[in-house]
């Protein structure tokens, strides 16, 4: 059964999932250098503190909502949402092996791409070489994406962007964890709907017996 979630404001509560102090405690405003930076995301930060960029909370805590929004729905609908790192496994370690993101090593390739069959792709860290392949690919197919952009970061293939830091573990291991459990939430409000509606249907067909 298809079961709508249309709805205006938080159909899912993604607004309950973290706080501005979370973003803080898992160091989600350090940017980059100032002599690193991308003029681009200038709007995104903050201004800088020892010689390093910091990004707007209050900023990121707007598109953070709006990329789990977005990452609920999909999910909602039994959409196939592909989350991708290029970390290796001392970084996947200290993830609950079933929230663990599809890594990607080597040089990025289309045909193991085609295989995750994704209809919405959120990457960790969009300036790798393999990232920015594997974003144009999804670009040029319409598959719309979701990056985490730090201060240095190139927004160019993003469908949507949350400014943040993209190298410390504490906050990688914190985006990854708020995705997979707004995507763990909306499967499970999607799967109470499906049950409502077969309930209201068996009642109405045993009313008119």
């Known amino acids: 059964a298809v079961v709508s979630t249309q709805s205006t404001g938080d159909f899912f509560n993604v607004r309950k999932l973290f706080t501005v102090e979370d973003l803080f405690e898992n160091k ?13 995301n200038r ?12 990004i707007d909370l209050a900023n990121t805590e707007q598109h953070l909502w709006r990329a789990l929004n977005v990452v609920s729905h999909v999910a909602a609908r039994g959409g196939n949402v592909v989350l991708l790192n290029d970390r290796d496994e001392q970084f996947n370690s200290k993830i609950p092996g079933e929230m663990r993101w599809y890594l990607y090593h080597g040089g990025f390739s289309e045909k193991y791409f085609k295989r995750l069959n994704a209809d919405l792709v959120v990457c960790s860290s969009v300036m790798c070489s393999k990232s920015q392949k594997m974003l144009e690919y999804c670009n040029k197919n319409l598959i719309p994406t979701i990056g985490i952009l730090d201060s240095d970061g190139d927004p160019t293939n993003l469908t949507y962007v949350v400014p943040g830091n993209d190298d410390t573990t504490d906050s990688l291991v914190f985006y990854h964890k708020l995705f997979n459990n707004a995507i763990r939430r909306a499967q499970f409000v999607a799967h109470q709907l499906m049950l409502k509606s077969v309930e209201d249907k068996t009642n109405r067909e045993e009313t008119h017996r």
């Open 43 to 54: 709007k995104y930060l903050l201004g800088s503190r020892n010689g390093i960029h910091l």
């Open 28 to 40: 989600v405003h350090l940017g980059h250098s100032i002599g690193c930076w991308n003029p681009d």
